[in-house]
């Protein structure tokens, strides 16, 4: 198919063959190429037809009319796999004919008369391709070789696979024409696809990837009729190709990197196309295939649309890929594929952002499919809304359905689903499909609507309750929502559709009243969702406003209500009928009907109706004007009677106030019917009140008037109308005197239910009781009110309040002691019976039981003092029962009444706040509530137990405890008040001077003790540490004064001890005192470590540091030795000097830090230096004091400089170039220049001299000092243009060579921060045997091994030159020839022998010959990583990672402490010192063949295995290698059983060590991580080695210097180095640095398949593993 359509084919071909018509077929042609014609005459014959629901598939051929080959075509073809040179060719790749091969083993081509076949010379593994010129033909146009006869061009392929043909009964239409059989050819399916490639391709992308299942044949009953096998059966589905065509620009350096990567030059233009098949075409093919193919399958199943996410979309760059799109249809565009072609290419990084991009520009493109889709429905949709009348968004439910169908369809297909092999296609493409519009959260995305098509921002998601009330909010339709629920969830994921909120109900509800039935729903969804309004008070008061409602009513009308006059409503239990007249705020009962009451009353706040608010209703204005006189109750008699028989229901259970409020409401209303017509309840009577016959008695209807009706009745009615005169009466008798106030009483309570509120009004207001006189009674009566009298008891009455003037006759009993007395008065024919009690009575008319708060407090503060104790006495007895619930102390704040004591003992009376209750405040001055009284005074009067911190902070200011006893007496209470205090007070208190202490010294007796007032933030706690130290108890203030008293000085501010800025301070402010406290220079300098630890110094307090001589600085002063007559002697050599020391305070830039011991020896009489430790040291630098290397210049004067250098020049040079590697890899110190810069050309030289002269100058407080001394080396760095020039270093050879002198000269120079302790290190070092060395735990081994290695190649030298003269004529062959003259061995007392064979003898550096001596760069010394620099070439990137790599391996004991864990930064050294040893003879000289070394490397690969697998290699047929069995050192360390199996990643197994905490969490958070280790390195270093994958293992652990391990052969790889060394590196795609570490270490544990201990014959094999497959690495390298 490629090459047709890069040929220009318009018409295709392909031929399905079985064997028996290929073989009819040359028969009757006799050529291989069988035309149309041989199809005609195999149909004519239709008994021959096979069974091809039984034979198998031979051959396949497929025909184009296209361009017929060129010359350059037949060329290309033989390539099979170059692809079409033109970059705008389906077949740029080279995919077409290479898939050939996946289905036939010899492919045969014709075109424009020529062939070419395949052929596999002798069943080999040879491809020969022949060509040659068709001959003509008479009986076929096919085969013609003219092309204008036979414009075909065929591709025959006999399959090396033989498939079933079953018959599938469908055609593949290729629109050629033949003269007599129609261009459609029965295409036959296989029952199962074994082969892949092609035949894979093309079935996978025609058919999908469900084969059907095979149709089992019975044998029928009766044979039915023989069904036609060449009937042809039509299909045809619809689809539209969408293609975009995309211009490329691409800027010059990335358009040669794709060019190197793809090996072609990208398109200018491409196409990108989109198969989309619409959904009445999705439809009918689906019904085609159930009708016709239901059991073989459609044709176009794998082309139509894929909305059952089968994945049987895919992505075609000339042929279908692996790669699945996401989304519903086939996509084909210039995509770069993989090598195999099955997949698209994201692993390298230009070719990935090729296909990237075109990602995006098929996302852009999909989302202008579906922009177009759905605009077209939009169309269709505002079509169909015009056409109704009126035009609304209504359209008809058929079109509607259909319109719904072709959006979900739209949705469904570009819903997007994870994509393989490559999850980036999906990502990528669902990306730019989403984001080619506006933002998703504007919501701009366009989808259908119940209203039509809309941007999602206007659309809801489908709500079904809420759709039955809301008409006009555009919702999802409920299929769409519920048919993509994919797409659906990630629009509302996004906020693209956002559910129905409550301002789109309001919205609604403000713009049309609801029906009945959707104000029930409505009314539902708002009870539902109201617990999930944030504001639901606002919330409430929006909904209720804007909903509005219609209600017909029983006139037919439809009457709006808005739901805000909705005020009650009417519950099913209701004593109000539903059939009767109902208030305007009242629910409909056929709403209200559906709810619960509680549910009304909780959601809306509604009550049910009660009868008070329906009897307003009754005789409102409303219901009195209305024209309706049946439901008038002051016109019609019956619907009154059915009013009361209703209230008269409900009147037993009413409560008295809604009782009442009836009787008002009906008071002036005609309710009541009677015998005069319709009369107000007070102008009727009932029926036996018979005191006037002319009377209007009640008369209902029907109703008889008893029990709760003649109640109800009573209440209204006024049944006796001589109320007035028994009013009257009373007073007259009251004035004549006939009757006492217990007489009177008496009367009045019998008559109680008789008198209305008026009278008992005027009885409440008339002074007619008389008060008790202790004087005669014979004198005037004093009478007042009831309310002005108190009840007659003797507690009332010794408080000396007015008393009513009961008399003696009855004793008067306050509460119903008295019992109920009965009075059976006959007052105008009516009896009036009552049970009422007189002091109840009395009460109601006013009479006082006992006196209120306000009297009782004005007693008790009065000027009498037994009738205010009385008064409080009385108080406090009835408090609980009387006044507890009235009294509120900040009503009598300033009302003095409570009995109290001043601190003098003075009683008086105090309000409150002025006096407390807790003993322990006295001592501040404060009054105490009396003894007595404290129990009640808390509880009952609320006085305050203590005083508030707002009255006690005055006192604290003004009267602080003047000695040390009181001030902790006051502490301690105070202690138990902090929780009182506020942070502001207690900033207060840290500033008044508010604490006591003594100015004597410590440990002075108490009583010679002087009491200073000092603030708290002056003073510290005295402790066992601070009250010895006499420096800090003479500068500062100490105090204890006990435990609790503590607690609260403690949050004033008193501190445990002085801070180290304070002490600073105190030491700044008089440094000489400061020193004498001390006790002399030993304490003063553990003061100023103390400061030096802290250096957390305000900027101020350092300047005065600076200013200030408080340093301490020491002076030597050499000691004069004499005799004993005290005359001057010399000192011994070697004796050491005695010394005197001064030591003086003085300013930072005064003194001097000695980092130069030998100038401070010379120059130590004039200096002041700092004392010799790193702490203070760096403390005196930090405030100004100079390093004495920056004070003084050195200038070395060497005398007689030798012209070549000595013997002795050239071993100091060797031995430092030696061992300063090491040196630096134990110090790790930094250095100015790079490592190996010490090495290299002659940037090092080593020159003897006769006497060397060392001249040093102090440049110091204006002083200028010299000395000379004489020195045994020293070290020069010249400077040249601006940059460091060659390290000279001076030997004298009159001299001993002291070693010291040379690693000090040397580490001064090439040490950043140099110490004496890095010169002692690099001194004992040069001075001491390797072997010591190694015994002290140097690591040494690689100078050790390069020794070995110059002593052979010096020992094959010196053979080579004795063999060499020799052969010389006139030379004497028995004379040896002269030994060349070569450095000793560096104290070396043992030999180890040199690796095997000549791979490392080759790096090793050159020795000189004896004539001449050997120049400074002919030693090569390695670099601090190991690595050897060899000047006479440059290293690759591969090769100097492999040294650095190789040496990792084989140190001792992994990374070192203290070392970063980095690569190449674990190498031991390698030196370059020369030996000499004899050959070890005969079998020494024999060199192991190479096939020996292959052989075992591969032995070393194939033992690789998976973990739970045996060893593959037979190690006891491993051939010895002779050069390895030298003997070394290094350890390995595995781990057995000590991982546990997590899990599988790409293939690798991945285990975690047992202590790591949550395997499962740390799998999931290394899982990025572990994927790129496993896909981006492991894989492709597996290529190199051919291992598989099984072999492999990944582990994770959390310490440890276990970088990898081999396990009886299965190789395991520490996850944790590789994020710590590389991950950052490869996540931007630079995996070249991991790639060769990785080789590495892989070659290494591989080599262990073979020797397991770390010795020579391991780094020989590893080494032979790494050298064997390195040209494999470089060209994953190169294509990284």
């Known amino acids: 198919m490629d090459n047709a359509d890069d040929a220009g084919a318009k018409n295709v071909e392909i031929h399905f063959k079985t064997r028996a018509f290929s073989e009819s077929a040359k028969e009757h042609s006799g050529v291989t190429a069988k035309s149309s014609a041989t199809t005609e005459a195999a149909s004519s014959n239709r008994s021959k037809l096979p069974d091809l629901t039984k034979e198998l598939l031979h051959q396949w051929e497929f025909k184009n009319d296209g361009v017929p080959f060129r010359e350059e075509d037949w060329n290309r073809l033989k390539k099979i796999a170059e692809g079409n040179p033109d970059e705008q060719k389906i077949g740029a790749f080279g995919v077409g004919f290479y898939s050939l091969f996946s289905v036939t083993d010899e492919p045969f081509v014709t075109s424009g008369g020529q062939w070419m076949g395949f052929y596999w010379k002798d069943n080999k593994d040879q491809l020969f391709a022949r060509r040659g010129a068709l001959p003509p033909s008479n009986t076929s146009a096919s085969v013609d070789p003219n092309p204008k006869v036979n414009p075909w061009t065929s591709f025959v392929m006999p399959l090396h696979l033989h498939i079933q043909a079953k018959v599938l009964r469908w055609t593949y239409h290729t629109g050629t024409e033949k003269p007599k059989v129609p261009a459609r050819l029965v295409i036959t399916k296989p029952a199962a696809a074994t082969g892949g490639g092609f035949f894979a391709s093309l079935f996978g992308s025609m058919a999908g990837t469900r084969a059907p299942e095979p149709i089992t044949a019975t044998p029928p009953a009766a044979a039915p009729n023989e069904p036609d096998l060449l009937e042809i059966v039509e299909s045809s589905v619809g689809m539209t190709v969408y293609a975009a065509r995309v211009d490329v620009k691409l800027d010059k350096k990335f358009l040669t990197e794709l060019e190197r990567a793809t090996k072609k030059q990208p398109p200018a233009t491409c196409i990108y196309s989109l198969i989309y098949t619409g959904k009445d075409e999705y439809d009918a093919s689906r019904d085609e295939d159930e009708r016709n193919f239901k059991t073989t399958g459609g044709v176009f199943q794998g082309l139509r649309a894929d909305l059952d996410r089968a994945g049987t979309s895919r992505v075609f760059i000339g042929h279908a890929t692996s790669q699945s799109t996401g989304i519903g249809g086939h996509v084909s565009a210039r995509f770069i594929p993989t090598v195999e072609r099955e997949s698209i290419d994201f692993v390298d990084r230009n070719v990935s952002k090729w296909n990237k991009e075109l990602l995006y520009v098929g996302g852009y493109l999909a989302r202008a499919v579906y922009e177009y889709q759905l605009s077209s429905i939009k169309t269709l949709w505002e079509e169909a809304s015009k056409s109704t009348a009126p035009p609304s968004d209504d359209i008809d439910e058929t079109l509607r359905l259909w319109l719904e169908g072709k959006c979900l369809h739209a949705l469904r297909f570009f819903t997007f689903y994870n994509t393989t092999p490559s999850a980036v296609v999906g990502t990528d493409t669902e990306a730019a499909f989403f984001s080619c519009g506006k933002p998703l959260q504007q919501g701009e995305f366009p989808i259908l609507s119940t209203s ?146 509680d549910q009304l009353r909780q959601f809306f706040g509604w009550t049910d109706l009660n009868v008070v608010q329906w009897a307003e209703y009754l005789v409102s204005e409303e219901m009195l004007s209305s024209s309706d006189i049946e439901k008038n109750v002051t016109k019609s008699p019956v619907f009154s009677e059915r009013v009361f028989i209703i209230l008269a229901r409900a009147w037993g259970s009413l409560p008295n106030k809604q009782m009442q409020q009836i009787a008002e409401l009906l008071r002036g209303v005609t309710v009541i019917p009677t015998k005069t017509g319709m009369r107000k309840p007070a102008e009727a009577y009932f029926s036996n009140a018979n005191v006037f016959p002319d009377l209007p008695t009640v008369m209902f209807p029907g109703a008889v008037i008893k029990g709760n009706l003649e109640k109800l009745l009573a209440s209204h009615s006024s049944f006796t109308p001589c109320t007035s005169f028994i009013i009257s009466s009373f007073f007259r008798m009251i004035n004549t005197g006939d009757w006492g106030v217990q007489e009177l009483v008496k009367y009045l309570v019998a008559v109680r239910t008789t008198l209305t509120p008026v009278e008992m009004t005027k009885l409440q207001h008339t002074a007619a009781f008389p008060r008790e006189s202790p004087e005669d009674s014979s004198k005037h009566i004093d009478r007042r009110k009831p309310s002005a009298l108190y009840e007659p008891t003797d507690a009332l009455r010794d408080l000396g309040l007015p008393i ?93 009444y409570i009995p109290s004591l001043r601190s003098d003992g003075t009683a008086f009376l105090a309000k409150h706040g002025e006096v407390f209750l807790n003993p322990e405040c006295a001592l501040l001055g404060f009054s105490l509530v009396e003894p007595s009284l404290r129990a009640d005074a808390l509880s009952k009067l609320q006085v305050a137990k203590d005083p508030p911190t707002n009255l006690i902070m005055p006192v604290l200011a003004k009267s602080a405890p003047q000695n040390e006893s009181l001030a902790q007496q006051w502490f301690e209470y105070l202690t138990g008040r902090i929780a009182d205090f506020t942070g502001e007070q207690f900033a207060q208190l840290r500033e008044m001077a508010i604490v006591p202490a003594s100015s004597a010294a410590v440990g002075a007796a108490p009583a010679s003790r002087k009491a200073t007032m000092y603030k708290p933030g002056e003073c510290f706690f005295r402790n066992e540490r601070n009250s010895s130290t006499v420096v800090h108890s003479n500068l500062f203030t100490f105090i204890d004064f006990g435990g609790k008293a503590n607690v609260f000085l403690r949050a004033c501010g008193v501190k445990n001890e002085p801070s180290v800025p304070e002490v600073a301070a105190s030491l700044l402010n008089d440094p000489k005192r400061f020193l004498e406290l001390a006790g002399g220079p030993r304490g003063y300098l553990d003061e100023l470590r103390q400061i030096a630890a802290h250096q957390n110094f305000q900027p101020a307090l350092i300047q005065q540091m600076k200013r200030t001589p408080f340093l301490l600085g020491s002076r030597r002063t050499p000691r004069p030795v004499t005799d004993k007559h005290g005359l001057a002697i010399g000192e011994e050599e070697g004796e050491e000097e005695d010394y005197d020391i001064t030591y003086d305070l003085l300013r930072p830039d005064q003194i001097i830090v000695v980092d130069d011991t030998n100038a401070y020896s010379l120059f130590s009489e004039a200096l002041y230096g700092a004392p010799q430790e790193d702490l203070l040291e760096g403390f005196y630098m930090f405030i100004g004091s100079p390093r004495l290397s920056s004070l003084t210049a050195e200038e070395y004067q060497p005398r007689q400089i ?81 940059s460091s020039g060659p390290l000279s270093l001076f030997i004298s050879t009159q001299d001993k060579l002291d070693m010291y002198e040379v690693a000090h000269s040397i580490c001064k120079l090439l040490l950043k921060n140099h110490k004496v302790n890095d010169s002692l290190l690099f001194m004992t070092i040069l001075s001491t045997d390797l072997r010591a060395l190694r015994r002290r735990g140097f690591n040494v081994d690689r100078i050790i091994h390069q020794q070995k290695v110059e002593q052979r190649l010096m020992a094959a030298q010196r053979v080579a030159e004795e063999q060499s003269l020799a052969q010389m004529p006139g030379a004497d062959p028995f004379q040896p020839a002269p030994a060349p003259s070569l450095p000793p061995p560096l104290n070396e007392k043992a030999r180890l022998p040199p690796p095997p064979g000549g791979l490392r003898g080759a790096k090793a550096a050159a020795i000189p010959r004896a004539s001449s001596p050997p120049p400074q760069s002919a030693v090569r010394p390695p670099s601090p990583d190991g690595r050897t620099i060899a000047s006479s070439r440059s290293k690759t990137v591969a090769s100097n990672a492999l040294n ?60 690789c295995r998976a973990e739970k697998s045996s060893v593959v290699a037979n190690r006891q047929q491993m051939t010895t290698v002779k050069e390895s069995l030298d003997d070394g050192y290094c350890d390995i360390s595995g781990a057995d059983n000590d991982f546990s199996l997590i899990s599988t990643v790409d293939g690798y197994r991945f285990y975690v060590a047992k202590d790591v905490p949550s395997p499962q969490q740390t799998m999931a958070s290394k899982l990025p991580a572990l994927t790129r280790f496993a896909s981006a390195i492991i894989k492709p270093l597996a290529q190199v080695y051919k291992l598989p994958s099984t072999s492999i293992h990944i582990f994770y652990d959390l310490h440890g210097g276990l970088i990898a391990f081999n396990r009886n052969g299965s190789l395991f790889l520490n996850l944790r180095y590789y994020e710590s060394w590389h991950d950052a590196e490869v996540q931007e795609n630079q995996t070249h640095k991991a790639l060769i570490s990785w080789y590495h270490s892989l070659a290494h544990e591989i080599a262990h398949n073979l020797v397991h201990p770390h010795n020579a014959e391991h780094e020989f094999y590893f080494s032979a593993i790494c050298e064997s497959h390195l040209m494999d690495l470089v060209r994953i390298l190169a294509a990284a």
């Open 452 to 597: 039509g098509v809309k941007a999602s921002a206007q659309v809801r998601a489908w709500e079904p309750q809420m759709r039955l009330f809301l008409k006009k909010v555009p919702m999802l339709p409920e299929g769409i929502a519920n048919g993509a629920p994919s797409m659906i969830s990630f629009l509302r994921e996004w906020g693209m559709v956002l559910p129905v909120n409550f301002q789109d109900v309001i919205a609604e509800l403000s713009d049309r009243a609801l029906a009945e039935e959707e104000m029930l729903e409505c009314l539902k969804w708002r009870m539902s969702s109201q617990p999930n309004q944030p504001n639901v008070s606002t919330a409430h008061e929006q909904f209720v406003q804007a909903a509005v409602f219609s209600v017909r009513g029983a006139d037919g009308v439809d009457r709006v209500v808005p739901l805000s006059t909705i005020k009650t409503f009417l519950s099913p239990g209701n004593i109000v009928p539903p059939t009767c007249p109902l208030p305007q705020h009242t629910l409909p009962f056929e709403l209200g009907k559906h709810f619960k009451p």
């Open 1444 to 1503: 650095s790599l190789k040496d990792r391996f084989i140190r001792k004991g992994g990374i070192p402490n203290g070392f970063p864990s980095l690569p190449g930064s674990d190498s031991t050294l390698a030196g370059a010192g020369a030996s000499s040893s004899a050959p070890r003879g005969d079998e020494e000289a024999r060199v192991t063949p190479t096939n020996d070394i292959d052989r075992n490397i591969r032995t070393a690969i194939a033992a």
């Open 1202 to 1282: 030798e012209n070549q250098p000595s013997r002795l020049a050239t071993e100091t040079r060797a031995l430092i170039l030696q061992r300063f590697p090491l040196f630096l890899h134990e110090r790790n110190a930094p250095c100015r220049f790079r490592p190996d810069w010490l090495a290299t050309g002659n940037n090092f030289q080593v020159r003897g001299c006769g006497k060397l002269n060392l001249v040093r100058t102090l440049n110091f407080g204006g002083k200028r000092l010299t000395k000379v001394q004489e020195a045994s080396a020293a070290a020069e760095l010249a400077t040249r243009f601006g």
């Open 804 to 896: 009513l003037d009961w008399g003696t006759q009855h004793k008067w009993r306050p509460a119903s002691e008295e019992g109920a007395e009965k009075s059976c008065l006959l007052l105008l024919d009516t009896k009036i019976d009552s049970f009422l009690d007189p002091a109840k009575f009395l009460r109601e008319l006013g009479l006082q039981s006992f006196p209120s708060l306000a009297t009782v407090l004005a007693l008790a503060a009065g000027p009498d003092l037994d009738l205010r104790r009385k008064a409080l006495t009385y108080l406090l007895e009835n408090f609980t029962a009387r006044y507890a619930a009235t009294y509120h102390v900040s009503d009598y704040m300033n009302l003095a």
